[in-house]
């Protein structure tokens, strides 16, 4: 079956009101292959989420970078997935390995999270990766297949859910992983899921690719069998990105 290539921008803790309009400005007026070919979600900062919804094209969506892990209440700064969905977003991402690591989200908090936003009827981009020394000592799909199994414990529907391998080693480095490494976590990923959870999720959860994805970089990272798109940071910023939701066209007759 299928899976429709998937485009995300994180624009993580970045932008002041003007800088977002000018962004989603030239997202609008861009010329991007029809939604059939690629989806595009957009996660500005909570505080702009209202504002981009409103002037984005509508074949664009948006998401929040993160969602609290149960109903409100007395949280003081959370957002509960109630939230977004009241407000009509329709995506999250979670488990970002920033917040993973300087947040010290664990991997059963993070499943919690899943599948609590998902109970809500949100969409989620779900992050796994592993740190350079994980990668160096051999480790990287225990790593990585430890952080899934916490999701796939608490998930049984999958059809909502992204997963976006995100070596931590290449976020916001420059070091990207190459085509194929990134191509060997994936593949590795989508057996565990078919001997894990099954063979039906397996093959139609799009697993992308985020760390230094860029406008030179992006048509050989998608170009590879198993990377169904990706989840960009800095360069989603960038006009750039347009480029780069134009490489889900290397999947054309694939
Ligand atoms: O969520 C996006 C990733 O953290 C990638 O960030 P980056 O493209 O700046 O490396």
């Not at 590879?224 to 750039?240: H, I, M, R, T, Y």
Request: charge should be negative.
């Amino acid at each position: 079956m299928a899976r429709n290539f998937f485009v995300g921008g994180n624009w993580k803790c970045n932008g002041t009101a003007e800088e977002v309009k000018k962004i989603v400005n030239t997202l609008n007026e861009a010329q991007v292959p029809s939604q059939d070919v690629v989806e595009v979600v957009v996660s500005p900062p909570y505080v702009f989420l209202p504002m981009v919804k409103s002037i984005l094209r509508p074949d664009f969506y948006v998401a929040a970078q993160n969602c609290w892990v149960k109903k409100g209440g007395a949280f003081t700064g959370e957002v509960s997935a109630e939230m977004l969905v009241n407000l009509d977003i329709p995506w999250v991402i979670l488990g970002h390995s920033e917040r993973r690591a300087l947040l010290n989200e664990t991997n059963e908090f993070v499943g919690d999270k899943v599948a609590y936003a998902l109970a809500q009827g949100l969409k989620v981009i779900a992050c796994v990766g592993e740190t350079l020394e994980q990668r160096e000592s051999g480790s990287t799909m225990d790593v990585v297949a430890a952080q899934t199994k916490a999701i796939a414990d608490r998930v049984s529907n999958w059809s909502d859910v992204v997963i976006a391998y995100e070596p931590v080693w290449a976020i916001g480095t420059g070091k990207v992983a190459s085509p194929a490494q990134a191509q060997e976590v994936h593949d590795e990923l989508r057996k565990w899921l078919a001997k894990n959870v099954s063979a039906d999720v397996a093959a139609t959860t799009r697993i992308i690719y985020g760390g230094s994805v860029n406008g030179g970089n992006c048509k050989e990272l998608g170009g590879q069998a198993d990377v169904d798109g990706f989840l960009v940071g800095g360069a989603s910023l960038k006009p750039e990105f347009i480029d780069i939701i134009k490489a889900a066209e290397v999947k054309k007759g694939a």
